[in-house]
């Protein structure tokens, strides 16, 4: 689907050059003497490469058609997540670098959203919460409140987040799966 220059937005996936790039930054411009234009910078899905580009506004770009679709976590190997549609019962398979850090917050029977292009998976969206359960933590020091009140802590996924001092050893809280924080304790 072409649009104009002065469309694109930040997180849109765009076909240019012959790969596929997710928007990172876009900034319109309109220079005194000259035509406006929109400094657009976007990073590769797939070679994972950053590109500065200049639109005119007068140009159009391909939008990438994404479908997007509900599947629930099954299982993993050592290179691959299974996902199953609950509707259809088919069962996916998707590279774990695909996933990245954030594969270690998937529980059994989680939904997620997984993004296709051609139909080949290229992003996993989960739930912006999860619960997990504090492994272990580190011992709050009485008095120290000058600087930050939050101590590391690992979960039993095997991630480490900051917490605040009174979250102890085998709590259950809620983390926030876009910059893996610590919401609230449940």
Not at 131 to 149: F, H, M, P, W
Not at 157 to 181: C, H, K, W, Y
């Amino acid at each position: 689907m072409k649009i104009n220059a002065n469309e694109i937005r930040v997180g849109m996936l765009l076909e240019y050059k012959d790969d596929l790039w997710q928007v990172l930054k876009t900034q319109h411009v309109k220079p005194g003497k000259g035509g406006a234009f929109a400094q657009v910078e976007m990073k590769s899905v797939n070679k994972n490469t950053k590109l500065n580009e200049r639109f005119r506004s007068s140009e159009t770009v391909e939008k990438a058609l994404i479908e997007e679709t509900n599947f629930n976590y099954s299982y993993e190997d050592e290179n691959n997540y299974f996902f199953m549609d609950p509707k259809s019962f088919e069962q996916i398979e998707i590279k774990k670098s695909i996933i990245g850090d954030k594969g270690k917050l998937l529980s059994e029977n989680l939904e997620v959203s997984v993004s296709f292009y051609n139909e080949n998976p290229i992003s996993v969206e989960l739930p912006n919460q999860v619960n997990c359960k504090i492994e272990s933590t580190d011992v709050a020091l009485k008095g120290q409140t000058v600087s930050s009140s939050y101590k590391p802590a690992t979960l039993d996924n095997g991630l480490s987040i900051q917490v605040p001092p009174f979250i102890e050893a085998g709590d259950e809280v809620v983390v926030d799966t876009r910059n893996l924080e610590y919401i609230k304790k449940i």
